[in-house]
């Protein structure tokens, strides 16, 4: 088993940044894939990043490629989602999830956190 929770969320206005972190508790964290969803009021949980285990690979969205950035750091067992330049747009639960293969599909994670709220204002 593999806990998970996200902290970092919160209210900026557009053009803002926010940082979100999700510790991971349980299995060995190292070994994971480790990636970002996000799920806006009425619409489907969708793919914003993933990272390999070691770091040097990331794979993002086109729709926060360049303003978004994850990272990882496997002593302290946290990974991380830098969002520059924020857009209404972006509003929405982010979650972090641990899976064994990089990818973009929800079904290629297993273990999830239970979100945070971001809210960008215009």
């Known amino acids: 088993q593999v806990q998970l929770v996200e902290s970092g969320g919160g209210l900026v206005q557009a053009g803002g940044s926010l940082r979100l972190s999700c510790a991971a508790s349980?299995?060995?964290?190292?070994?994971?894939?480790m990636g970002w969803f996000r799920q806006a009021p009425g619409k489907e949980r969708e793919f914003v990043a993933a990272i390999n285990w070691s770091g040097d690979s990331t794979y993002y969205s086109d729709s926060v490629k360049g303003r978004f950035t994850i990272s990882r750091d496997n002593a302290k067992n946290t990974v991380y989602l830098q969002m520059n330049s924020l857009k209404p747009e972006d509003t929405a639960v982010y979650y972090c999830?641990?899976?064994?293969?990089?990818?973009?599909?929800?079904?290629?994670?297993?273990?999830w956190g239970p979100g945070a709220q971001v809210t960008v204002s215009s």
């Open positions: 349980g299995r060995t964290f190292s070994t994971y894939v």
């Open positions: 999830a641990v899976g064994p293969g990089l990818g973009w599909k929800l079904y290629q994670y297993h273990y």
